[in-house]
């Protein structure tokens, strides 16, 4: 297992999530990485903080989104960042978070948070239309499939966190 330096973005290109993970592998659906509890991470400029919750994260290909698949954590199952398409520079996984994000909580439930942020930032930071529509098409998408748990967001994980909980 190698490391990978994820480097989230805000647009068009302010820091925000930086931390290290460990590649477990790929599938059909994306690289798959481990951040395990205790990790050390910082959001923007802020101090470092360590991780309470280890999780797996599945980075695709093409999708706008990246997402988080959680063991232990008390409220979210699944947490999916939307933003632009995942770009990767050797070891550097980089992507520019678009603020909205798709949870799916231990209940079932699923939820988009954000929006008011969202229509913020789009004013604030001139997002372009394009920008804008892909968002929002990536966030209804990845609703469906975590509404109706198809994959990644169905048993496409189970096998990444066994790697994970065993390292």
């Given at each position: 297992m190698s490391d990978v330096h994820v480097d989230e973005r805000k647009w068009p290109d302010?820091?925000?999530w930086q931390y290290s993970a460990q590649r477990l592998g790929s599938d059909e659906h994306g690289i798959w990485l481990c951040t395990p509890a205790g990790t050390v991470a910082r959001r923007g400029t802020q101090p470092p903080l360590e991780l309470q919750h280890g999780f797996v994260v599945c980075v695709p290909d093409?999708?706008?989104?990246i997402a988080e698949f959680y063991w232990?954590?008390?409220?979210?199952?699944?947490?999916?960042?939307?933003?632009?398409?995942?770009?990767?520079?050797?070891?550097?996984?980089?992507?520019?978070?678009?603020?909205?994000?798709?949870v799916r909580k231990v209940d079932g439930s699923v939820a988009v948070l954000d929006e008011d942020e969202f229509a913020e930032h789009q004013i604030a930071y001139e997002y372009p239309d394009d920008l804008?529509?892909?968002?929002?098409?990536a966030t209804r998408r990845a609703v469906d499939l975590l509404t109706y748990s198809r994959e990644p967001f169905g048993s496409a994980s189970q096998r990444w966190i066994e790697v994970a909980r065993l390292r």
């Open positions: 302010r820091l925000h093409t999708e706008w989104w232990d954590h008390p409220w979210h199952e699944i947490y999916v960042n939307v933003g632009t398409p995942p770009q990767w520079e050797g070891d550097r996984m980089t992507q520019v978070d678009l603020d909205l994000d798709v804008i529509e892909s968002t929002r098409l």
